[in-house]
């Protein structure tokens, strides 16, 4: 994982109103805590933290430098603005190297399931991330999951994931986290093309009455 920096400030004060201050000036407030020291009150540009979450995701180790100090971190609970979704606050814990984290990876599904295309079914994405423990620079962006040979009635749980070396999970391994399921539209079809078929039938069975005698 490459080693991305981040320039924080201290000195902010606290409060709605000196945070709110503090977003009209291209800032954002924070808070950088763990490993036994006291939290500290801080603030990042919005635009650096903007392109480094862009860039790296939420998961990306950041090398914070705080008054001349490096602090290897990770951003934890964003807040976002309700309306605009710009960052409004973040949390920045401290971490160290070798120690293991909890972080939730986002999953996502890779590939075409052709099979589940033909017979019109869909896939239903029931799990779309996954909490796993590993070393800070061990933290995948993302969990790829290969749909590619799904068929309709088939799942993928849990513990048929490919999670990277040194990547666990305590999550249920019978968890589900995608279902290839026939679609409402096919069943209608289906049920549709049947009473065709049946109607179809019953009416070449029907013979026409045979026309009335003429009297001699």
Same mark, same amino acid.
């Given at each position: 994982m490459a080693e991305v920096t981040l320039t924080a400030e201290v000195g902010r004060s606290t409060g709605s109103s000196a945070s709110r201050r503090l977003r009209h000036t291209g800032r954002v407030p924070a808070v950088i805590y763990g490993h036994g020291m006291e939290p500290v009150a801080v603030s990042v540009g919005a635009r650096e933290l903007? +392109? $480094?979450?862009s860039a790296h995701g939420l998961n990306q180790v950041l090398t914070l430098q705080v008054n001349g100090s490096a602090h290897l971190v990770l951003a934890r609970q964003l807040q976002r603005?309700?309306?605009r979704h710009t960052v409004a606050h973040v949390d920045f814990q401290v971490v160290r190297s070798d120690e293991i984290v909890h972080a939730d990876v986002p999953l996502v599904l890779s590939g075409t399931a052709e099979a589940v295309e033909r017979e019109r079914g869909v896939l239903e994405h029931v799990l779309t991330s996954l909490s796993i423990r590993s070393t800070p620079a061990q933290i995948p962006q993302e969990i790829l999951v290969d749909v590619a040979a799904m068929e309709v009635g088939h799942a993928i749980? $849990?513990?048929d994931l490919q999670l990277p070396t040194g990547v666990t999970t305590d999550a249920d391994p019978d968890e589900t986290v995608v279902i290839a399921a026939a679609s409402s539209v096919a069943a209608e079809v289906a049920e549709a093309e049947e009473a065709e078929a049946v109607e179809g039938a019953g009416a070449a069975g029907t013979e026409a009455p045979a026309p009335p +005698? %003429? %009297?001699g």
């Amino acid at each position: 994982m490459a080693e991305v920096t981040l320039t924080a400030e201290v000195g902010r004060s606290t409060g709605s109103s000196a945070s709110r201050r503090l977003r009209h000036t291209g800032r954002v407030p924070a808070v950088i805590y763990g490993h036994g020291m006291e939290p500290v009150a801080v603030s990042v540009g919005a635009r650096e933290l903007r +392109a $480094v979450l862009s860039a790296h995701g939420l998961n990306q180790v950041l090398t914070l430098q705080v008054n001349g100090s490096a602090h290897l971190v990770l951003a934890r609970q964003l807040q976002r603005h309700p309306l605009r979704h710009t960052v409004a606050h973040v949390d920045f814990q401290v971490v160290r190297s070798d120690e293991i984290v909890h972080a939730d990876v986002p999953l996502v599904l890779s590939g075409t399931a052709e099979a589940v295309e033909r017979e019109r079914g869909v896939l239903e994405h029931v799990l779309t991330s996954l909490s796993i423990r590993s070393t800070p620079a061990q933290i995948p962006q993302e969990i790829l999951v290969d749909v590619a040979a799904m068929e309709v009635g088939h799942a993928i749980r $849990v513990r048929d994931l490919q999670l990277p070396t040194g990547v666990t999970t305590d999550a249920d391994p019978d968890e589900t986290v995608v279902i290839a399921a026939a679609s409402s539209v096919a069943a209608e079809v289906a049920e549709a093309e049947e009473a065709e078929a049946v109607e179809g039938a019953g009416a070449a069975g029907t013979e026409a009455p045979a026309p009335p +005698a %003429e %009297e001699g």
